[in-house]
């Protein structure tokens, strides 16, 4: 079966960096996306990995490796605006979105 | 500003009192999706239209429809509401479905309660 897997919650400090991991099993890969969600609200796009590495987006990263079905979006500086839940998505060979339930990220000052 | 709106924003229905949430873009995107998402849970697709052609989940209750009248305009309809339907809504647009192409574009969701 298809699936994705990522920490249920995780907490972090103002002005720190944190790591949201993600694994992955799809049928056929076709890129990993990552969204952030506020409480309440629609998820808004932040990164989309199709190649091995690491892509820099300002204060967030997002890293993929297809060796390994594994992710990771890096969030440097923390803001309190941060908190909310990050969603990590795999496109499989159908160009089907397969979503992660989403990591709760809390950020205390 | 180019952008996906639903409407409304929160719906308060009757258990078994059919409701339409409605949805529309001016992205001209060609793929409109509807999602149902439960608290603290991953968005779980209902359908999907590529212009008009329409793509069932296979695990959609035959309680949800939905109608693409034009490019611009999505309803999802559903016809006996539930409690376990109680969730939020949310529409998304994409240009298409092939890879770089799928970004999504979501819509602000409806949240739906069932009393």
């Known amino acids: 079966g298809q699936n994705i897997d990522q920490p249920t919650e995780m907490t972090a400090t103002e002005g720190a960096i944190v790591q949201i991991n993600c694994t992955y099993q799809t049928s056929g890969f076709n890129g990993l996306f990552w969204y952030q969600q506020h409480a309440g609200e629609a998820p808004t796009f932040l990164s989309y990995?199709?190649l091995d590495g690491l892509e820099e987006k300002g204060r967030f990263s997002s890293f993929l490796s297809r060796s390994k079905g594994y992710s990771y979006l890096l969030l440097k500086e923390l803001q309190m605006k941060d908190s909310a839940s990050y969603l990590c998505?795999?496109?499989?060979?159908?160009?089907?979105?397969?979503w992660g339930a989403g990591t709760k990220l809390i950020i205390k000052p | 500003d180019a952008m996906v709106i639903q409407n409304p924003r929160y719906q308060v229905t009757q258990f078994g009192k059919p409701v339409t949430l409605s949805c529309s873009q001016t992205?001209?995107?060609?793929?409109m999706y509807w999602y149902q998402q439960k608290s603290s849970q991953a968005p779980k697709l209902l359908f999907h239209?590529?212009?008009?052609?329409?793509?069932n989940e296979a695990d959609t209750p035959d309680n949800f429809q939905s109608r693409r009248p034009n490019t611009s305009f999505c309803f999802l309809d559903i016809r006996s509401p539930g409690l376990g339907d109680a969730a939020m809504y949310l529409c998304?647009?994409?240009?298409?479905?092939?890879?770089?192409?799928?970004?999504?574009?979501f819509g602000a969701g409806s949240r739906l309660t069932v009393l």
């Open positions: 990995n199709v």
């Open positions: 998505a795999g496109l499989d060979s159908n160009y089907q979105l397969i």
């Open positions: 998304a647009t994409s240009r298409a479905t092939g890879t770089g192409a799928n970004v999504l574009t």
């Open positions: 239209y590529y212009d008009k052609d329409f793509n």
């Open positions: 992205l001209n995107h060609n793929v």
